[in-house]
């Protein structure tokens, strides 16, 4: 009996093998919680009957480095998910990656005056439902208009959500 070419492939059935870091990562976070939760509650249950010197404060350094390769491993596991071309974040997967809207400045750079337009349109595209009723073309039409005296078409509207060539490298030469 053959496979009709609609049917997957046992590679494609069967599910991919972690990475190694993400095993270790396992590991070691389950000897950490076995850790904290076991001998941690044992040794303080100990430690209230009979008094424990310094001659056991090499546990507490053993549980310092497993904390450290946990969350060193962490990280490389992170590292893995997001660079994995064969399985994407679901987020770049279904195109919700944005780049951050830019006017005068950069909407979410720090002491911005156009900071609060990054959170109107952060709100307005993670959550329309809450934030539908906002109309960010108006409100930034106003501000520029008024505070900077810059009239907002559509053309520049849509150039500032893109963040297309609003930011020019400086050339070094001076303008004459």
């Given at each position: 009996m053959s496979a009709s070419p609609e049917s997957p492939s046992d590679e494609d059935r069967q599910p991919r093998r972690r990475s190694l870091a993400r095993r270790a990562n396992g590991v070691v976070a389950a000897l950490l919680t076995a850790?904290?939760?076991?001998?941690?509650?044992?040794?303080?249950?100990?430690?209230?009957v009979v008094p424990l010197d310094t001659s056991l404060s090499w546990i507490a350094w053993i549980a310092t480095a497993a904390i450290a390769v946990h969350a060193c491993l962490n990280v490389r596991v992170t590292i893995e998910k997001l660079s994995d071309?064969?399985?994407?974040?679901?987020?770049?997967a279904d195109g919700r990656v944005y780049n951050i809207p830019v006017g005068?400045?950069?909407?979410?750079?720090?002491?911005?005056?156009?900071?609060?337009?990054?959170?109107?349109?952060?709100?307005?595209?993670?959550?329309?439902?809450?934030y539908g009723e906002i109309d960010l073309r108006e409100e930034v039409a106003a501000f520029y208009g008024t505070v900077l005296g810059i009239d907002?078409?559509?053309?520049?509207?849509?150039?500032?959500?893109?963040?297309?060539?609003?930011?020019?490298?400086?050339?070094?030469k001076s303008g004459s």
């Open positions: 850790f904290f939760l076991g001998a941690h509650g044992l040794l303080g249950s100990v430690s209230a071309p064969e399985k994407p974040p679901s987020s770049v005068a400045t950069r909407w979410g750079q720090r002491g911005s005056v156009e900071t609060w337009f990054a959170m109107m349109w952060l709100g307005i595209t993670a959550y329309p439902e809450y907002v078409d559509d053309a520049l509207y849509e150039q500032m959500l893109s963040g297309q060539g609003m930011r020019k490298q400086a050339t070094g």
